[in-house]
Nanobody, 119 residues
Framework: QVQLVESGGGLVQAGGSLKLSCAASGRAFSTYRMGWFRQNPGTERQFVAI????????YYADSVKGRFTISRDIAKNTVYLQMNSLTPEDTAVYYCAADVNADPMFDYWGQGTQVTVSA
């Protein structure tokens, strides 16, 4: 089992920044990928950013490219999402996820943290 705990959400004005954190604990950490996703009520969960734990390579949704940065602290088993130039369209619950099986699915999810961007 892997436990994921997100933090750092909140209310920010458009143009502002927030940094989300996701601390992983549990089984000997053998994660292949860590990712951030977001979801609003009544909509599907959307991919935001993914980081390959082995080599640190990253991938972003087009909607956040150039504004968001996913990063990691290996010693702390923590992944971050730095969000800059936020817009109201970024408002959502943000979820951290871990892939431990090296397949397309993410196996563990955090509880989510609310990000609200006011106009």
């Amino acid at each position: 089992q892997v436990q994921l705990v997100e933090s750092g959400g909140g209310l920010v004005q458009a143009g502002g920044s927030l940094k989300l954190s996701c601390a992983a604990s549990g089984r000997a950490f053998s994660t292949y990928r860590m990712g951030w996703f977001r979801q609003n009520p009544g909509t599907e969960r959307q991919f935001v950013a993914i980081l390959n734990w082995g080599d640190g390579s990253t991938y972003y949704a087009d909607s956040v490219k150039g504004r968001f940065t996913i990063s990691r602290d290996i010693a702390k088993n923590t992944v971050y999402l730095q969000m800059n130039s936020l817009t109201p369209e970024d408002t959502a619950v943000y979820y951290c996820a871990a892939d431990v099986n090296a397949d397309p699915m993410f196996d563990y999810w955090g509880q989510g943290t609310q990000v609200t961007v006011s106009a």
